[in-house]
């Protein structure tokens, strides 16, 4: 999997924008971009996921440089329930394996 | 539709004792993985399996063995507990074929071993 860079933590007040941002700069071409967040120990969950175009759901959005080095997972109205690890994931292109490589994340605390 | 399931929730061993921490999902997916994730760090893979009857070693596979049952099952079994491998174990699931990797992950399953 190529190698990604989060700030270890993060804090955010309630009700504003969360931008938390990762540096991927070993990206391969086919490889995609994943965002993930573990809340208190419970299983992580999937948030988004992209390629080279920005992309938006329920959830998040995922903005990721031209040249693909860098990514910024944007939630723009954050709440209490925000508060989670965040995992920055570029898995590598073994489609057969398919597993993700968890690093130490991003702790995001929104404040009240 | 439960997702994905995982019994016990907790347990606690003694040194050198066996279990088997049980998986199952109703996903209809094809890949399941077992992951651990030991205090104030990520998720290491420990094995998974990409389709029925086939399993294939992940990052930390020593004192581990696993089974999958069939499509829905998959079982990690510790064959003799050590207090290294007091963790947290996670199960989950993917769709096979295709460059996307949306996993879906059970709730745990604490174990502590004394």
């Known amino acids: 999997d190529a190698k990604t860079t989060q700030p270890t933590s993060m804090d955010c007040a309630e009700g504003r924008a969360a931008n938390l941002p990762c540096n991927h700069s070993t990206i391969s071409g086919n490889e995609y971009v994943y965002w993930y967040r573990q809340i208190h120990s419970q299983g992580p969950q999937y948030i988004i996921h992209g390629l080279k175009n920005n992309e938006t759901n329920e959830m998040a959005s995922l903005i990721i440089t031209e040249d693909r080095k860098s990514s910024t997972l944007i939630l723009p109205h954050a709440t209490l329930r925000d508060t989670a690890v965040y995992y920055c994931?570029?898995?590598?292109?073994?489609?057969?394996?398919?597993?993700?490589?968890f690093g130490s994340g991003t702790r995001l605390q929104v404040q009240p | 539709n439960a997702g994905v399931t995982q019994t016990p929730k907790f347990q606690v061993l003694k040194t050198g004792q066996s279990m088997t921490l049980q998986c199952a999902q109703d996903?209809?997916?094809?890949?399941m993985y077992w992951y651990r994730q030991d205090p104030g760090m990520g998720l290491r893979l420990i094995y998974y399996s990409a389709s029925e009857g086939t399993t294939d070693k992940g990052e930390v596979p020593n004192g581990y063995n696993v089974s999958r049952l069939n499509k829905r099952e998959f079982s990690l079994r510790l064959e003799s507990a050590a207090p290294s491998q007091t963790s947290v174990y996670f199960c989950?699931?993917?769709?096979?074929?295709?460059?996307?990797?949306?996993?879906?992950f059970g709730p745990g399953t604490r174990l502590t071993v004394t």
């Open positions: 989950a699931t993917t769709v096979a074929g295709g460059p996307v990797v949306e996993q879906y």
């Open positions: 996903m209809n997916h094809n890949s």
């Open positions: 994931i570029v898995p590598s292109g073994d489609t057969g394996r398919r597993a993700l490589t």
